[in-house]
């Protein structure tokens, strides 16, 4: 009798034991008071981009930044928007990304993405778009006498009919893609191969070119005005540089 007395006790306390653990992440019962002050601290309402708010101008959600709102650690683009910032960047500024393997397959896939719909899987100007009459004389990469500073620049500001991808690309794709670009350059011109870079050749670059330093290059610092308004000029001196 003392035995099963014992084995009783034992499983009473167990039970007791288990039943005092609970979920540690369950709410606690009694600390509970189903009343929830300031609501709107802890579930923020949910806006969509393009609805109409009355606390904006404009009854508009979407809005832009602040005017001269610059991204942490990122510099302002400094080649102007103008013919002679296309040719202030096409003789000055440098890829400071080393010729690799990864960066080139990299810039394929991105000039697949966002270029080979109007300028052709090979450059030769034979989207998908001019293919369909879409768009209209968009040329050769053959034809065409470009660096990889001016690629950059076009793709930073849009030139012509071509818009601007800086907004849709970062630094360093946009520096992928100028190392494409220069590839189906010298492939349709029948130019030398470029050769790729090895570890060691990585490690000894100074990625410091001109002063350019992909972490610090700023994105998105141009403005609807600016970009609209150089447009003009850059179409009669570059009517026949539709997009790099």
């Known amino acids: 009798m003392n035995r099963y007395f ?11 034991i288990v039943s005092c653990g609970g979920d540690s992440n369950a709410v606690d019962a009694k600390s509970d008071r189903s009343v929830q002050y300031f609501p709107n601290m802890y579930e923020s309402v949910g806006y969509e981009t393009y609805q109409e ?9 979407a809005q832009l930044p602040v005017e001269g709102t610059v991204n942490r650690g990122w510099l302002p683009y400094e080649y102007a928007n103008s013919n002679e910032g296309y040719a ?3 003789a000055d500024l440098k890829n400071p ?37 879409k768009i209209l004389g968009v040329p050769s990469y053959a034809d065409r006498d470009i660096s990889q500073g001016s ?18 690309t970062s630094i360093e794709e946009r520096w992928q893609i100028a190392h494409h670009v220069d590839a189906l350059t010298r492939d349709l011109k029948g130019q030398d191969v470029q050769e790729f870079v090895t570890v060691e050749d990585v490690t000894s ?17 141009h403005n609807e005005d600016s970009h609209d308004g150089d447009h003009d000029s850059q179409e009669e001196n570059h009517s026949s540089t539709e997009g790099e």
């Open 6 to 16: 014992q084995t009783f006790i034992y499983a009473f306390a167990s039970l007791v």
């Open 53 to 61: 708010g009355d606390i904006f101008e404009g009854n508009v959600e």
């Open 88 to 90: 202030s960047a096409k």
């Open 97 to 133: 990304l080393p010729y690799t393997e990864e960066n080139l397959a990299s810039g394929q896939e991105l000039y697949n993405i966002y270029c080979a719909i109007c300028h052709g899987t090979k450059g030769d100007g034979k989207g998908h778009l001019v293919k369909t009459e």
């Open 151 to 168: 690629i950059y620049h076009v793709m930073y500001w849009g030139i012509n009919y071509m818009g601007s991808y800086a907004s849709q």
């Open 205 to 221: 670059l100074d990625t410091h070119t001109e002063g350019h330093v992909v972490e610090e290059h700023s994105v998105e610092m």
